[in-house]
C-alpha cells in the first residue's frame, strides 16, 4: 500500500529546473538583444557622420573646380568684350593716329599707352617713343636749318642766332605745358603766337614777322578789319629798294628819318655822293653797303629787317579810330605817322 503514493518530491524538483531554464533562457534573450541594439545603435551612430564628411569633401572639391573654370570663363569673355571696345574706340579716334600734326599723334599714343589693356599697352608705349624720337628730330632739323638760314642771310651775328634759338625751344616749351589746339603744331612756324580764334591771314603770314609784332598784327587786325598790311620782314635788297623810292623825291630822306649812327650816316654818305643816281642805282648802291652789316647794325637803321616792324596803308580820316588802336597794341615801341616828310604809317615792336 506504501507503493501506491505519489513521489511528490521529484515533480517538483523537475518543476523547479524547468523555471530555471526558461529564466536563464529569457536571461540570455535580453543579452543579445540588450548587444544587438548597442551594437546597431553604435554603427547607425557612426556610419553617417563619415559618408557625410566624405560627401561634403567631394562636393568641395567639385565645387572649387566649377569656380575656377567660371573664373577662367569669366576672364576669357572680359578681356574679349575688352578687346573689342578697345578696337571699337580707337577706330573712333583713327583720324588722330593719321593727323600729319605730330603733337596731336604723340598725345593719343600716351593716352593709349596708359588706358589700354595689357596685351597692346607695349605696342602703344612703342609707337609713342617712335614718335617722341621723331617730334625731337624735327625740332632738331628745324634749329639747323633756321642757324643756316640766318648765317647765310646775315652774315655771323652768333647773338641773333642764339636769340632766336631760345625763342623758339621757348615756344615748343609754353606749348607742350598747355594747351594744343587742334590747328596748332609746336614743330611747325614756332614764332607764331596763338590766333587760333581770329583764324590765319595770309597777308600777316606773308610777312614773316616775330612774335610781338605778329601777334600785334592779329591784334589790329581784330579790332580794326579794314587796315590793310604794306609792308613786314624786309631781306637786305628788299629794304634798299623801299629806301631808294623816297630818296629819289628827296635826296635827304635818310638823314630825315632815321637817327644818327654809323649805318644811317654811311648810307647817307653814298646817296649824296652820287647825286644823278637814279632809283635803281640807288637801291643797288645801299645795298653795297648793309651786305657786309650784321642783323645788330642793321637794327640800328629799321626793324623791317629784323622782322619786328610793319607798315599799314594810311586811313584818312581816321573815323574808326586805327591810331588809337595802334597806339594801343602790346609791346609797341615807335608809331610813326610819316617817314622823312612822306605819309607812311610805320609801327615798330620791342622785342
Known amino acids: 500500500m506504501a507503493e501506491d503514493v505519489p513521489n511528490t518530491d521529484v515533480g517538483s524538483n523537475l518543476e523547479f529546473a524547468k523555471l530555471e531554464l526558461e529564466r536563464e533562457k529569457a536571461k540570455l534573450d535580453y543579452r543579445k538583444f540588450l548587444w544587438g541594439s548597442v551594437v546597431a545603435a553604435i554603427a547607425v551612430a557612426t556610419i553617417p557622420p563619415s559618408f557625410q564628411l ?12 566649377k569656380l575656377a573654370a567660371d573664373t577662367r570663363a569669366a576672364e576669357a569673355d572680359r578681356q574679349v568684350k575688352q578687346e573689342q571696345f578697345h578696337q571699337t574706340f580707337t577706330q573712333a579716334f583713327i583720324a588722330n593716329a593719321l593727323d600729319q600734326d605730330i603733337e596731336l599723334r604723340i598725345r593719343f599714343a600716351e593716352y593709349f599707352a596708359h588706358v589700354s589693356p595689357a596685351s597692346s599697352r607695349d605696342g602703344w608705349g ?42 623758339r625751344t621757348l615756344q615748343w616749351t609754353y606749348k607742350e605745358v598747355g594747351y594744343v589746339s587742334r590747328d596748332r ?17 595770309p597777308m600777316i603770314e606773308s610777312l614773316s614777322l616775330r612774335p610781338t609784332a605778329r601777334a600785334a598784327a592779329y591784334e589790329l587786325k581784330r579790332l580794326r578789319p579794314e587796315v590793310v598790311f604794306t609792308a613786314g620782314r624786309r631781306d637786305k635788297a628788299a629794304h634798299a629798294r623801299a629806301m631808294a623810292e623816297p630818296i629819289v623825291q628827296q635826296r635827304n630822306w635818310i638823314s630825315n628819318t632815321y637817327s644818327p649812327n654809323k649805318v644811317t650816316q654811311a648810307l647817307q654818305q653814298w646817296v649824296s655822293s652820287n647825286p644823278q643816281a637814279t632809283e635803281q642805282d640807288i637801291a643797288a648802291g645801299l645795298l653795297s653797303i648793309m651786305n657786309p652789316l650784321t642783323d645788330s647794325e642793321l637794327a640800328l637803321m629799321s626793324r623791317h629787317l629784323s ?45
Open 126 to 167: 612703342a609707337y609713342l617713343q617712335k614718335l617722341v624720337k621723331r617730334r625731337d628730330e624735327v625740332r632738331t632739323s628745324i634749329n639747323e636749318m633756321e642757324e643756316k638760314w640766318q648765317k647765310s642771310k646775315a652774315g655771323s651775328d652768333q647773338a641773333a642766332i642764339d636769340v632766336d634759338r631760345l625763342e
Open 307 to 351: 622782322g619786328d616792324a610793319f607798315d599799314i596803308q594810311p586811313i584818312e580820316p581816321d573815323n574808326a579810330d586805327v591810331k588809337g588802336a595802334i597806339k594801343a597794341l602790346p609791346g609797341l615801341r615807335t608809331f610813326l605817322e610819316r617817314e622823312g616828310g612822306l605819309v607812311r604809317w610805320h609801327v615798330e615792336f620791342k622785342e
Open 54 to 65: 566624405a560627401t561634403a569633401a567631394l562636393e568641395y572639391v567639385k565645387s572649387r573646380a
Open 185 to 201: 603744331s609746336v614743330t611747325t612756324n614756332p614764332r607764331a603766337p596763338e590766333d587760333s580764334r581770329v583764324g590765319k591771314d
